[in-house]
Every structure is written in structure tokens, then in C-alpha cells.
């Protein structure tokens, strides 16, 4: 009886602490993810201030960052497009696409707004992701009804810093 209470108690300790170090992992990196975004917005909004156009501050930041996606993860790309099937594509390119448009006109607001009018206003991306998830993909993430407070808190939030 102990040894399959032990067993048990392992599996679980197992599965929690497995749990846990994914949730440590994915808070990491959205908060390397925020540092990259927060960097990389005063940098861009140098560059389309005094440098260059919007598309064309684009276009290069697009393209080093693929450079640099290929150059440390190049050995995943191989095996994730010898086996997704064609059809995975679609939604990739996709994302591509919007990621692009997205950037592209966030770099123009930039050009028109003080960044930090813009940014929180760009950083509301979440709100259209929360609605899109709700409509779309329902059955893979949950939208309840904390997450539908915080998306509140978060509009009141980016009014109150962008009329500030």
C-alpha cells in the first residue's frame, strides 16, 4: 500500500513540478518577449524619426529578425517543414502577413504619435487577440470571465495613459 501510495505521490509531484517549470518557462520568455517589444520600440521609433520611412524600417527589421529566427533555430525549421503538412502552412503565412501589417503600422503611429501614446495603444493587441480566440478558437483556449475583467482594466488603462 505505501509503495503505490509512494508511486502515486511521484507521479503527481512529477506532473505539478512539470507544470510549474512550463509556467516558469513561458513567464521567462513573455518577459524577455516584453524587454525585446519595450527595446526595440525606442529604437524604432529613432529610426522612423530620423532615419527612414515606416515600410522601410519594416522591411529590414523583418528582415534581420528572420536572420537571426533561421540562424539560432534553423535545425527546428528543417524538421517542423520536412513534417507539417502543407495545409499548416496556410495559417503561418498568415500570421506572417499580420505580424507585417502590424508592424508596419505600428512604425507609422510611431511617425504621428509620441511613442508612449503609441505604444500602450499598440500593446492593446491583446483585447483583438482575447475576441479572435473567443470567436474562432473556443475549444483551445478559454476565455473567462477574470480574463474579460482584465481586458477592461486594460482598455481603461491604455485610455487613461494615452489622453495622460
Known sequence: MHKVIGKLSNVLTGRISGKLDNSWIGITAAIISALGYG??????????????????????????????????????????????????????????ISASIGVTFWFLSMVRLPLVVSAPLVGAYPLVSIILAWIFIRKLDMVSWKTICGAVLVVIGITFVSIG
Open 39 to 96: 527595446s526595440g520600440a525606442i529604437a524604432s521609433k529613432h529610426v522612423v524619426t530620423n532615419h527612414t520611412g515606416p515600410v522601410t524600417a519594416t522591411a529590414f527589421s523583418l528582415l534581420f529578425g528572420g536572420i537571426l529566427v533561421f540562424g539560432l533555430f534553423y535545425r527546428d525549421l528543417k524538421v517542423d517543414f520536412k513534417c507539417s503538412p502543407t495545409k499548416a502552412w496556410i495559417p503561418v503565412i498568415f500570421t506572417g
